[in-house]
């Protein structure tokens, strides 16, 4: 992959192993302060909305989304606080997809410990979304950008959206590359998006701007699912803090799937309607399945992909001043795509 030639592109690639630790510490101090609104205002008197909510929140996950607004406001330089009470509403909103979702896919892990759904059952695993997604739109209403509202509602209908494109192209095994990109533009990237752009919004930055933070988190969105896609198979459940293969036993088409059922023969495309329609579904047919995706070298196409979404939100940041939260920004993208090694 070719970068262009200026001097404010940043190649993605490193000798080192990149870590989140240098984002994390950027926003360490504003954290704090996410974390306390995120505490705040998971209570309720009902007790099993903060008992439920807390399982989640506090299992263990890196807070990326929240991270980025903070991180994005870092690289613009902007003073106030009005990014804390949003970022929480960020994450009040990815942690009730969260929930949905694994009503959804019927999951029983989730960052290593059993889901809520498990737990306390579907029922309250929803409402108690529902609950979050509430206490999200109360937060940006409170901020009282009409600019912020939108983004962020938008962002929640596309999040939905997505879930449910993805839902009717379960077990389809026709479902095309362009069509499953568009699935996780919507269910994945557009939150990422909506992160970053909201915090160009508070630091009052022009329309380019915002579409260059748009444009990083989008494509940052992206690659970060698509390397989810290729872990499925090549992780375990306690790399991955969820099951091992649940993509493949729940029929979700992934780009991996896309790509070697395109260049498998009669017998293995045979093999994968079968497996997506939920009749090869064993152990054994896992392994079978993996071996596949590597012969095809659909996984190292995949994260090729991942790479080259990777590199465009890396070149994305061009046009922001070089310092400490840009390069933060940037090894946060090369950290998405070195969780697969």
């Not at 409170?142 to 449910?164: C, M, P, R």
């Not at 996780?184 to 998006?193: M, P, Q, S």
């Not at 090729?304 to 990777?310: E, F, I, L, T």
Request: aromatic share 6%; glycine share 8%.
């Amino acid at each position: 992959m070719t970068a262009t030639t200026s001097g404010n592109v940043v190649r993605l690639g490193r000798n080192s192993t990149p870590s989140l630790d240098p984002m994390m510490a950027l926003v360490a101090g504003g954290m704090n302060s996410v974390n306390s609104v995120i505490l705040d205002r998971m209570q309720s008197r009902i007790p099993l909305i903060p008992e439920l909510a807390g399982h989640l929140i506090a299992g263990g996950g890196k807070r990326m989304r929240p991270m980025l607004t903070l991180a994005c406001a870092e690289l613009l330089q902007y003073p106030g606080t009005r990014h804390y009470k949003l970022a929480a509403a960020v994450e009040f909103i990815h942690t009730a997809t969260l929930l949905h979702d694994d009503v959804v896919d019927q999951s029983g892990l989730r960052r290593g410990r059993r889901t809520a759904n498990i737990i306390w059952g579907n029922s309250a695993s929803v409402l108690v979304g529902d609950f979050l997604f509430s206490r999200s739109f109360e937060l940006m209403v409170e901020d009282g950008s009409l600019k912020v509202l939108k983004i962020l509602a938008n962002a929640s209908a596309v999040i939905a959206e997505g879930e449910v494109s993805q839902l009717t192209a379960q077990r389809r095994i026709e479902t095309d590359e362009n069509h499953y990109l568009d699935i996780i533009g919507a269910k994945t990237a557009a939150l990422f998006a909506a992160a970053c752009r909201i915090a160009a919004v508070v630091a009052e930055r022009d329309e380019a701007q915002e579409q260059a933070l748009d444009a990083y988190g989008r494509n940052l969105g992206i690659a970060f699912q698509l390397v989810d896609d290729a872990i499925d198979y090549e992780s375990d459940g306690a790399t991955m803090g969820k099951d091992a293969g649940d993509d493949f036993r729940d029929g979700k088409v992934t780009l991996p799937v896309i790509l070697a059922y395109a260049r498998g023969n009669e017998e293995q495309r045979d093999f994968w309607k079968a497996a997506i329609a939920g009749h090869r579904t064993s152990d054994e047919d896992l392994t079978y399945a993996t071996t596949l995706l590597r012969e095809t070298g659909a996984i190292a196409d995949t994260m090729a992909r991942a790479r080259h979404y990777g590199q465009r939100a890396i070149d994305a940041l061009g046009p922001f001043t070089n310092g400490q939260a840009k390069a933060a920004l940037t090894e946060a993208v090369e950290f998405a795509i070195a969780r697969a090694y």
